[in-house]
Nanobody, 125 residues
Framework: QVQLVESGGGSVQAGGSLRLSCATS????????MGWFRQAPGKEREGVAA????????NYADSVKGRFTISQDNAKNTLYLQMNNLKPEDTAMYYC??????????????????WGQGTQVTVSS
């Protein structure tokens, strides 16, 4: 049983920053691919960023590239998403996810099997 718990969401003004955290626990062994996704009301879920923790390789959605940074602290079993220069269109519920995909297949694909409960991010103009 893999458990993921997000935190760090909140309300900020455009141009501000937030750092989201995802604490992992349970049977996470072998789940070396982790990602962040988001979903706004009335919109489809979209991938934001993914990281293959074996080699640290990452990939990002074009909409957040250069503003968001995904990272992972293996010692703390925690996934992070540093969000800078936030925009109103970044407003969404943010979810962390884990999977066993390896290397090339560790991307912001929609079929991650394990998900957290989400943390709300609201960016005002």
């Amino acid at each position: 049983q893999v458990q993921l718990v997000e935190s760090g969401g909140g309300s900020v003004q455009a141009g501000g920053s937030l750092r989201l955290s995802c604490a992992t626990s349970g049977s996470t062994y072998g789940h070396y691919c982790m990602g962040w996704f988001r979903q706004a009301p009335g919109k489809e879920r979209e991938g934001v960023a993914a990281i293959y923790i074996v080699d640290g390789s990452t990939n990002y959605a074009d909409s957040v590239k250069g503003r968001f940074t995904i990272s992972q602290d293996n010692a703390k079993n925690t996934l992070y998403l540093q969000m800078n220069n936030l925009k109103p269109e970044d407003t969404a519920m943010y979810y962390c996810a884990a999977a066993s995909y390896v290397d090339y297949w560790c991307t912001i694909r929609p079929d991650f099997p394990y998900w957290g409960q989400g943390t709300q991010v609201t960016v005002s103009s």
